[in-house]
C-alpha cells in the first residue's frame, strides 16, 4: 500500500514563506520513475497543479500563478519532496495535496494514483 505523509504548511503572511514536505512510502512502482506533486484546491474551484518533479531527471513543472515563487525539490532517496513558497499571496490560501504516479508527470490530475489526505496554507493579508 502507497502512503503519502504531508507536513508543514500552517498560516503565513503576505510576502512570507512556508515549506511544505511529503513522504511516499510503500510498493509505488518505480520502474519508469515516479512523479510526486504538489496541488491545491479552494471551495468551489477544482483542484490545480501547483509543482511537480520527475524523480528521475529532477524536471520541475510549475503553475504559472507560482513560476518564480515556489520551488519544488527532492531529497537523494527521492521517496521526500519539499515544496518551498515564498512571496506569499493570499491566493496561495487553499487546500494542498501531495500526489504521486509511476511514470513521467502528467497533466491530468486524474492520472495520479495516490494522494495525500491535505493540508491546509492560510495566507494572511
Known amino acids: 500500500q502507497v502512503r503519502l505523509a504531508e507536513s508543514g504548511g500552517g498560516s503565513g503572511q503576505t510576502g512570507g514563506s512556508l515549506s511544505l514536505s511529503c513522504s511516499v512510502s510503500?510498493?509505488?512502482?518505480?520502474?519508469?520513475?515516479?512523479?510526486m506533486g504538489w496541488f491545491r484546491q479552494t471551495p468551489g474551484k477544482e483542484r490545480e497543479a501547483v509543482a511537480r518533479?520527475?524523480?528521475?531527471?529532477?524536471?520541475?513543472y510549475y503553475a504559472d500563478s507560482v513560476e518564480r515563487r515556489f520551488t519544488i525539490s527532492q531529497d537523494n532517496a527521492k521517496t521526500t519532496v519539499y515544496l518551498q513558497m515564498t512571496k506569499l499571496k493570499p491566493a496561495d490560501a487553499a487546500m494542498y495535496y501531495c500526489?504521486?504516479?509511476?511514470?513521467?508527470?502528467?497533466?491530468?490530475?486524474?492520472?495520479?494514483?495516490?494522494w495525500g489526505q491535505g493540508i491546509r496554507v492560510t495566507v494572511a493579508s
Open positions: 510503500g510498493n509505488i512502482d518505480r520502474s519508469m520513475g515516479t512523479c
Open positions: 518533479i520527475y524523480s528521475d531527471t529532477g524536471n520541475t
Open positions: 500526489a504521486a504516479r509511476s511514470g513521467i508527470c502528467l497533466d491530468n490530475i486524474e492520472r495520479y494514483s495516490y
